[in-house]
């Protein structure tokens, strides 16, 4: 039996390529541990604010001195952190958007990358907090990016990797669905995309 978080990143719901693989590598995996728990942090309906000036004076202020003001502001942070924590599995469903991460999700990221919380400099240098946990990210795009003359334009799983990496989180597998605006590949990417799961 898992925790499983799904943060989940298209305003498309069940028509999104990247939550449909996101779904096919969960099912795999309630499948592989029976009885787990998923529990899914959609991004979009979520709509976190960008940081703000009250961010990163609450994000330094211990948790007994927090004014009310900063109580509210860190409330959605503080529950997406937790969400983290709690997680033994983080299945993160992303499509491309101009070469990179939805604003959604970069949103969140921000959110849960917090000093004390998620990674500290306590040692001197970064250490991420959040070890011995598996991820997994489902990628959906329009375009080949896994190999080719467009690899190098692909921007959302590098970042993603490092900032994931910079949390601890660093056991990371990508499935994608790839070429769903390519005529002679879009008809199939889906599929293709969703065989590929192997959990």
Do not use: C
């Amino acid at each position: 039996m898992k925790n499983i978080l799904h943060v989940t990143s298209s305003p498309r719901g069940e028509h999104s390529h990247s939550i449909r693989l996101a779904n096919r590598i969960i099912d795999r995996l309630t499948a592989r541990y029976p009885g787990s728990n998923v529990h899914i942090n959609d991004t979009v309906a979520k709509n976190y604010i960008h940081l703000n000036a009250i961010h990163p004076v609450a994000y330094k202020t211990p948790e007994s001195e927090h004014s009310p003001e900063q109580k509210e502001t860190l409330y959605s942070s503080d529950l997406a952190v937790k969400e983290l924590i709690q997680a033994d599995i983080i299945v993160i469903s992303i499509a491309l958007y101009n070469f990179n991460i939805p604003s959604a999700l970069k949103a969140w990221i921000d959110h849960v990358v917090r000093a004390g919380k998620t990674f500290s400099y306590q040692s001197g240098q970064a250490e991420g907090l959040l070890k011995g946990k598996k991820v997994y990210l489902a990628i959906a795009s329009n375009g080949v990016y896994s190999d080719g003359p467009m690899k190098p334009y692909d921007f959302g799983e590098p970042y993603l990797r490092f900032i994931l990496s910079f949390m601890g989180l660093t056991d990371i597998t990508t499935y994608r669905v790839e070429g769903a605006g390519i005529p002679g590949i879009m008809e199939t990417a889906l599929e293709k995309g969703l065989e590929s799961v192997a959990v």
